[in-house]
C-alpha cells in the first residue's frame, strides 16, 4: 500500500470515529432532555354494559332507554363532597335566638334537639326536666290539673297569698312540688299529651325546614358537579338494555344513574359502580340488583 493511501485511509477512520463520537453524544443529550413536542401515542378504552333489573320472583329485565352517566368520581363521594362543603344550621345560635326560658334552652342545647313533640320527644322527658323548665312544668300542669280522681295533688297555695303570708305560701308551694315530683315518679305515664300544650312555642318544624333546605342545595350541588367537573361521558341504553363508551383514556370511572332509578315491577334500583379502563381494551360489566346502590337512609 502506497505512503500517500495509508494516510487517507487514516484520516478517513479518524473522520468516522468522530462522526460516531457525535451521534452518541447526540442521543445521550436526547434521553437526558426529551422533547416535550412529541407526546407518546397513547391508546383509548371502551366500556361495554348491560343493565338488567329482576323484581320480587321475577325474571330480570332491560333496562331501556335510560340515561347512564360516566364519571371520574363516584356519585357517592360527590355527594359527600357536597355535603361536606354545605354550611350546616348552626343549633346553638338557632336556640339562642328562640323567644323561649333559659332552662327551655339549656334543655334543647344538651339535648341537642328543639323538637317538643312526639314520642321521642316524651322519651328525652325526665321529671326533673318537667319540675325545672317552666314550659314543661306549665304544659303538665295544663295536661293534669283537676285530675284529683286519679289522686292529681291539689295546690293549697294562693297568689294573693304570696304578699301576705310570703313565708306560709313558699312552703305550701315547696310542698306542692314535692307532692307532684312524686306523682310524677309513680304515674309517668302522665307525661304522655304535654306537647299539645306546647305547639306554640315548639320550632321543631322550623329547625327541619333549615335542615332540609341545607340537604336541598347539597343534592343541587352534587348533581352539578357530577354533570361538570366530574363528568367523563353520557349515554342511553338501547332496548336490549345495553350502552357502550367508546375513546376513553385508560383510568378509573364509576357507571351510573346518579339520583335515577330503573324500575322494574317492585324493584327501584340505581348504580355507581366502579370499572377500570385498560390502554386498547375493552372493559364489560353487568349491571344487576347484586351490585346496585342501596337506598341511603334518611338523617334523624
Avoid: C
Wanted: hydrophobic share 40%; no cysteine.
Amino acid at each position: 500500500m502506497s505512503r500517500a493511501r495509508s494516510t487517507f485511509l487514516i484520516a478517513a477512520l479518524a473522520f468516522l470515529s468522530a462522526m460516531v463520537w457525535l451521534a452518541a453524544e447526540a442521543w445521550a443529550h436526547t434521553l437526558r432532555n426529551p422533547s416535550p413536542t412529541v407526546p407518546q401515542e397513547v391508546q383509548t378504552g371502551a366500556i361495554e354494559f348491560v343493565a338488567r333489573v329482576a323484581p320480587t320472583d321475577g325474571r330480570p329485565e332491560p333496562v331501556r332507554q335510560m340515561a347512564f352517566f360516566l364519571l371520574r368520581k363516584s356519585f357517592a363521594d360527590i355527594r359527600e363532597e357536597a355535603e361536606g362543603a354545605e354550611p350546616k344550621p348552626d343549633l346553638d345560635r338557632f336556640v339562642d335566638a328562640l323567644e323561649v326560658s333559659p332552662e327551655l334552652k339549656a334543655w334543647m342545647k344538651s339535648k341537642k334537639s328543639v323538637e317538643l313533640a312526639g314520642s321521642e320527644f316524651i322519651r328525652k322527658l325526665k321529671v326533673d326536666d318537667v319540675m325545672k323548665v317552666p314550659e314543661f312544668y306549665d304544659a303538665y300542669l295544663k295536661r293534669n290539673a283537676g285530675d284529683v280522681a286519679v289522686g292529681f295533688p291539689e295546690p293549697k297555695f294562693r297568689r294573693v297569698d304570696e304578699r301576705k303570708e310570703p313565708e306560709k305560701h313558699g312552703k305550701q308551694k315547696e310542698e306542692f312540688h314535692r307532692l307532684m315530683r312524686k306523682y310524677i315518679e309513680v304515674n309517668p305515664q302522665s307525661i304522655d299529651g304535654i306537647e299539645v300544650y306546647l305547639d306554640a312555642i315548639n320550632p321543631g318544624q322550623q329547625w327541619a325546614r333549615l335542615q332540609t333546605e341545607m340537604k336541598q342545595r347539597a343534592r343541587l350541588r352534587a348533581l352539578e358537579l357530577a354533570q361538570t367537573e366530574y363528568f367523563a361521558a353520557k349515554t342511553e341504553t338501547d332496548l336490549e338494555g345495553r350502552g357502550s363508551f367508546l375513546g376513553l383514556a385508560p383510568g378509573e370511572y364509576w357507571l351510573g344513574t346518579l339520583e335515577s332509578e330503573a324500575v322494574v315491577g317492585d324493584a327501584r334500583l340505581r348504580w355507581d359502580t366502579r370499572i377500570s379502563v385498560l390502554s386498547g381494551k375493552i372493559a364489560r360489566v353487568e349491571l344487576t340488583n347484586l351490585n346496585a346502590v342501596h337506598r341511603r337512609k334518611p338523617a334523624q
